[in-house]
T-cell receptor
Framework: DTAVSQTPKYLVTQMGNDKSIKCEQNLGHDTMYWYKQDSKKFLKIMFSYNNKELIINETVPNRFSPKSPDKAHLNLHINSLELGDSAVYFCASSPPGTPVKTQYFGPGTRLLVL | AQSVTQLGSHVSVSEGALVLLRCNYSSSVPPYLFWYVQYPNQGLQLLLKYTSAATLVKGINGFEAEFKKSETSFHLTKPSAHMSDAAEYFC????????????FGAGTRLFVKA
């Protein structure tokens, strides 16, 4: 009965590779997010989708491309991985019908680029 | 633009002592304010939130926070620290001109000494 799940949990890859991280929520939420947390624990929003539409697109390299096939899924594809992409990536979701956007986080995907 | 500042990247208390984690916000309109906790190798989870209903907000695990508009603060407290409270704590602000976007503080790491 996992609420927000991410796969994989760990990802170790070489520079220049392309990788994807998947996120799914079974909470019935209509807004989903991707965050990047660096080694100093700083949490920065990357993207947000509401009902499959992109609503937040922060200053993120074009190598990062989110895709939302439906309201319950938000995937993140990263092209040409760089050393600086090493971080923990969190998916989150929030419920509809309220301006108070409490966020429900997944367990994170720890990406290490070698 | 909204922002949030957490004073002190590290706070250390003895078990049984008062916990005080400081958060100041900046917002042109009354905001929604949150405290999240992150245990090691986990995602963030909501501790409590302020939505303008009451200035003193009680959360899970014995934590509470008080919204003080005159001081633009939303400090988190717990009367008696427990070893299990050791974690990273994030203050966050959303709503108003920020819309869907939630801005997180840099985090405060709480250490609890036996």
């Amino acid at each position: 009965d996992t609420a927000v799940s991410q796969t994989p949990k760990y990802l170790v890859t070489q520079m220049g590779n392309d990788k994807s991280i998947k996120c799914e929520q079974n909470l019935g939420h209509d807004t989903m997010y991707w965050y990047k947390q660096d080694s100093k624990k700083f949490l920065k929003i990357m993207f947000s989708y509401n009902n499959k539409e992109l609503i937040i697109n922060e200053t993120v390299p074009n190598r990062f491309s989110p895709k939302s096939p439906d309201k319950a899924h938000l995937n993140l594809h990263i092209n040409s991985l760089e050393l600086g992409d090493s971080a923990v990536y969190f998916c989150a979701s929030s419920p509809p019908g309220t301006p108070v956007k409490t966020q429900y986080f997944g367990p994170g995907t720890r990406l290490l680029v070698l | 633009a909204q922002s949030v500042t957490q004073l002190g990247s590290h706070v250390s208390v003895s078990e049984g002592a008062l916990v005080l984690l400081r958060c100041n916000y900046s917002s042109s309109v009354p905001p929604y304010l949150f405290w999240y906790v992150q245990y090691p190798n986990q995602g963030l989870q909501l501790l409590l939130k302020y939505t303008s209903a009451a200035t003193l907000v009680k959360g899970i695990n014995g934590f509470e926070a008080e919204f003080k508009k005159s001081e633009t603060s939303f400090h988190l407290t717990k009367p008696s620290a427990h070893m299990s409270d050791a974690a990273e704590y994030f203050c966050a602000v959303s709503g108003g001109t920020g819309g869907f976007k939630t801005i997180f503080g840099a985090g405060t790491r709480l250490f609890v000494k036996a």
